[in-house]
């Protein structure tokens, strides 16, 4: 079974530049999710589709970040204009059927550096 | 808003058993909880879940006291390979800071 897929897995940019991330969950899942990982901390919960419709967005800067699963399968996270603060892994996750259980599959995650 | 609290850190002898435990005293009735560990550089990787029993698979147990405020996952054997950042996560999906485990030969 081939996990999530994720590119790119690095990306340098000046601030203020924008930049796109992308995320193939595993076939078949229908929940795909976003996180921030900055470095020394737990992953925070960006964005999480359930099918193409959003299920919780609370924790997206809107003003800068955007995100969008349009036919339901792969996702795009975009940044613009981006900040320093903005230098963090970005991980996508996918989970399977199941309203109260069902493990998360990461994918190995885009490293971004904001310079 | 973690709905978690976890040590920060841990050291563990290799092949003793580590126990790493995780307070979530305002679990709810049907959240179930969750461990996931992440090795650097990877993203986390799933290791075991329960709601209220003691289950156990082949890569640890997790034990889950009466009242459900709390559970410690079990890792029966150490390796150097357990050496990773573990979390206990509630509410699904919302990670707290974790326990970096380290295991020492």
């Known amino acids: 079974e081939a996990g999530v897929a994720q590119s790119p897995r690095y990306k340098i940019i000046e601030k203020r530049q924008s930049v796109a991330f992308w995320c193939n969950p595993i076939?078949?899942?229908?929940?795909l999710y976003w996180y921030q990982q900055i470095l020394g901390q737990g992953p925070k919960l960006l964005i999480q589709?359930?099918?193409?419709?959003?299920?919780?967005d609370s924790q997206l800067p809107k003003d800068r970040f955007s995100a969008e699963r349009l036919k339901g399968v792969d996702s795009t996270l975009k940044i613009q204009p981006a900040k320093l603060e903005d230098s963090a892994v970005y991980l996508c996750a996918s989970r399977g059927p199941g309203a109260f259980t069902g493990e998360l599959f990461f994918g190995e995650g885009s490293r971004l550096t904001v310079l | 808003d973690a709905k978690t609290t976890q040590p920060p850190s841990m050291d563990c002898a290799e092949g003793r058993a580590a126990n790493l435990p995780c307070n979530h005293s305002?679990?709810?009735?049907?959240?179930?909880v969750y461990w996931y560990r992440q090795i650097h550089s990877q993203g986390p990787q799933y290791i075991i879940h329960?709601?209220?029993n003691n289950e156990t698979n082949e890569m640890a147990s997790l034990i889950i006291t009466e009242d459900r405020k709390s559970s410690t996952l079990i890792l029966p054997h150490a390796t150097l390979r357990d050496t990773a950042v573990y979390y206990c996560?509630?509410?699904?999906?919302?990670f707290g800071a974790g326990t970096r485990l380290t295991v020492k030969p």
């Open positions: 589709f359930q099918n193409n419709g959003v299920v919780d």
């Open positions: 076939s078949g899942h229908a929940t």
């Open positions: 329960g709601l209220k």
């Open positions: 996560i509630v509410a699904w999906v919302r």
């Open positions: 305002t679990i709810s009735g049907n959240e179930y």
